[in-house]
């Protein structure tokens, strides 16, 4: 069962944002999701780095300001390296199911693989 719902997807840094209005040297894609309590979680991808490694970010409430938590995945800060967003956010998803609910952890076969 999935815990977390898409809300956001933003791109921004690189060449998406003007001169003026710079946030990132590196260009990103960003994806943000609400769990069932309402938490927030944000995946994000560096598009111009090696690999276009994933780090994650959470949990945190809608009116938080200021740069969000780190949230480990697979005990990893940058993770995913070469693999999709369905598979980035399937280990999101199981890291906040244990972190959050709890929750046995699915079958090893039914998981990706980080390695």
């Known amino acids: 069962m999935q815990h977390l719902t898409e809300i956001d997807r933003e791109r ?28 927030l979680f944000r995946l994000v991808r560096d598009l111009d780095a090696e690999g276009k490694p994933f780090e994650a970010y959470g949990p945190f409430r809608a009116d938080f300001r200021g740069f969000p938590p780190r949230f480990q995945v697979g005990g990893q800060d940058c993770f995913g390296e ?3 967003w369905e598979t980035a956010e399937a280990l999101l998803d199981e890291e906040v199911r244990h972190y959050r609910y709890d929750e ?5 076969a039914s998981l990706p693989k980080l390695g």
């Open 12 to 39: 921004y840094g690189g060449h998406y944002d003007p001169p003026s209005r710079k946030r990132a040297i590196n260009a990103h894609s960003e994806r943000t999701y609400r769990d069932a309590d309402g938490q």
């Open 104 to 108: 046995e952890p699915e079958e090893e």
């Open 82 to 84: 070469g693999r999709s």
